[in-house]
């Protein structure tokens, strides 16, 4: 026999699902044209040569090459650029 009386269920357990965002392809890594680079909220980087900025900030390659990362501007701004091959 139970020895304790059931208890109510909880309001949590609820959460919603990951968005799976972030670098994807990181500095010095081969990519061809069409491969995503960034998945991101807002412009936390910026797109530099060779890439091209989604609609939802996605950032990803317009040429093959290979990703770089660099801090430039007067904002110390973030840009990612394809170094062609």
């Given at each position: 026999?139970?020895?304790?009386?059931?208890?109510?269920s909880?309001?949590?357990?609820?959460?919603?699902?990951?968005?799976?965002?972030?670098?994807?392809?990181?500095?010095?890594?081969s990519?061809?044209?069409?491969?995503?680079?960034?998945?991101?909220?807002?412009?936390?980087?910026?797109?530099?040569?060779?890439?091209?900025?989604?609609?939802?900030?996605?950032?990803?390659?317009?040429?093959?090459?290979?990703?770089?990362?660099?801090?430039?501007?007067?904002?110390?701004?973030?840009?990612?650029?394809?170094?062609?091959?």
């Open positions: 026999m139970a020895t304790k009386k059931a208890g109510g909880t309001r949590n357990g609820r959460d919603s699902e990951s968005k799976r965002l972030g670098v994807k392809r990181f500095g010095g890594e990519v061809l044209a069409g491969s995503i680079i960034v998945r991101q909220r807002g412009t936390k980087f910026h797109a530099g040569t060779n890439v091209g900025m989604g609609r939802d900030h996605t950032l990803f390659a317009t040429a093959d090459g290979k990703v770089k990362f660099e801090v430039k501007g007067d904002k110390n701004r973030k840009f990612v650029s394809i170094d062609a091959e």
